[in-house]
Every structure is written in structure tokens, then in C-alpha cells.
T-cell receptor, first 115, second 117 residues
Framework: AQTVTQSQPEMSVQEAETVTLSCTYD???????LFWYKQPPSRQMILVIR??????QNATENRFSVNFQKAAKSFSLKISDSQLGDTAMYFC????????????FGKGTKLTVNP | ETGVTQSPTHLIKTRGQQVTLRCSSQ?????VSWYQQALGQGPQFIFQ???????GRGNFPPRFSGLQFPNYSSELNVNALELDDSALYLC????????????????FGPGTRLTVT
């Protein structure tokens, strides 16, 4: 069974600084997809960034980038130039395939950006 | 805005009652997945519907059931409510990927907060 582990329950960062959120996962699949989702207090789950496991190049979306280490099964999220609006819960998720495609989520990291 | 809506926003029920939660998928999306998010936890997969049929189920008892309709709306029904059913229920819509083309992004609704007393 696939599992996703986020070892940092809470983190804080000063506005304009950089922060890295950690995520490790376990799977026997060779081709899969990884995601970071953001869930602000409004509860809406918003996709931040995705990574296809067959791609060696790390995904980047504006201030958000990942460090994908397939052999180590690690998928960390780096947020540069942190903004107050980045304050939210961040969930790492793995997309299973075969049959139904379901997301397996970690427990989340609560990020607070301080002014 | 993801184009996915859910109703109601909040709901309070008594143990043993039955509840129906509703989701309206993004237009054109033929797959809907339901997740349960307990307080302080990540969402857990309940089940998925594709073209009105169940297409996979997580580790949830049969008292959790669903329906998907041709107009892209769907329902999650929970019978014999238990205190542990108190959670945020999220639906997510997507395009089926088993056919030509692949779309793996699931678009989430804002959720329904269910409290069982």
C-alpha cells in the first residue's frame, strides 16, 4: 500500500524568506504522480504543483518548486519569497493508478508566514 | 475557484441518523471522488464514481454509499451515523483517464463540515 509521510506538523517563516516542506512516500509502482496541495482556512484544496515520476526535471511553478528524489522517495516543496497568503495547510499527495485513480495524502504541514 | 460546488456548507446530525451530501462537478468531468478529512488529518479516499458507476472504494463500510448523475452532480450518503463520522467531506472531479488522453488533476470543492452529536 502506498503511504505518504510529512514529518513536520508545523512550520513558520518570515515574509519574503524561503521555506522547505518535506515529504517522503512509499510505493512499489514505477510510474506515478506526486502533488502538493494547499488548504487555506477557507478549506478549498488547491493544487500547488505536480510532478510526474518519469520526469527527472524538478517541477517549478513561479515561487514554488520541488526537489524530487525518486530513489530516496522524497518530494519536498520549496516556497521562495514567502507571502502572507501562503499561510495554509500543505498536503503532499500520491496518485495511485490502476482501477480508480485515488489520491493518498500525508497528514499535512501547517505553514505560518509571519510579517 | 475550481468550478466544483458542495452543499450544504455545514451540517449537524445526531448519531444513528442518515445524511446526504451533494457535489456539483466541473462541467465535462465524468469522474468524481469523495474524501473524508478528519480534524488535523489529511483527506482519506472514500470512493470514486465514473459514468454513474462505482469505480473503486477505500476502507469505508457499506453504510457509506454514493450516486453520480448524468448532469455531473453526485451524492454521498451515510447511514447510521457514528460520532467518528464527524469530519470535512470533500468531493473532487476529474476527467477519466482510462480513455485516450490523460488528465490527472482532481479539482476539489470547498467541502461539507459534518458534525455528529
Amino acid at each position: 500500500a502506498q503511504t505518504v509521510t510529512q514529518s513536520q506538523p508545523e512550520m513558520s517563516v518570515q515574509e519574503a524568506e524561503t521555506v522547505t516542506l518535506s515529504c517522503t512516500y512509499d510505493t512499489s509502482e514505477s510510474n506515478y504522480y506526486l502533488f502538493w496541495y494547499k488548504q487555506p482556512p477557507s478549506r478549498q484544496m488547491i493544487l500547488v504543483i505536480r510532478q510526474e515520476a518519469y520526469k527527472q526535471q524538478n517541477a517549478t511553478e513561479n515561487r514554488f518548486s520541488v526537489n524530487f528524489q525518486k530513489a530516496a522517495k522524497s518530494f519536498s516543496l520549496k516556497i521562495s519569497d514567502s507571502q502572507l497568503g501562503d499561510t495554509a495547510m500543505y498536503f503532499c499527495a500520491f496518485l495511485t493508478q490502476g482501477g480508480s485513480e485515488k489520491l493518498v495524502f500525508g497528514k499535512g504541514t501547517k505553514l505560518t508566514v509571519n510579517p | 475557484e475550481t468550478g466544483v460546488t458542495q452543499s450544504p456548507t455545514h451540517l449537524i446530525k445526531t448519531r444513528g441518523q442518515q445524511v446526504t451530501l451533494r457535489c456539483s462537478s466541473q462541467s465535462g468531468h465524468n469522474t468524481v471522488s469523495w474524501y473524508q478529512q478528519a480534524l488535523g488529518q489529511g483527506p482519506q479516499f472514500i470512493f470514486q464514481y465514473y459514468r454513474e458507476e462505482e469505480n473503486g472504494r477505500g476502507n469505508f463500510p457499506p453504510r457509506f454509499s454514493g450516486l453520480q448523475f448524468p448532469n455531473y452532480s453526485s451524492e454521498l450518503n451515510v447511514n447510521a451515523l457514528e460520532l467518528d463520522d464527524s469530519a470535512l467531506y470533500l468531493c473532487a472531479s476529474s476527467l477519466e483517464t482510462r480513455l485516450a488522453g490523460f488528465s490527472y488533476e482532481q479539482y476539489f470543492g470547498p467541502g461539507t463540515r459534518l458534525t455528529v452529536t
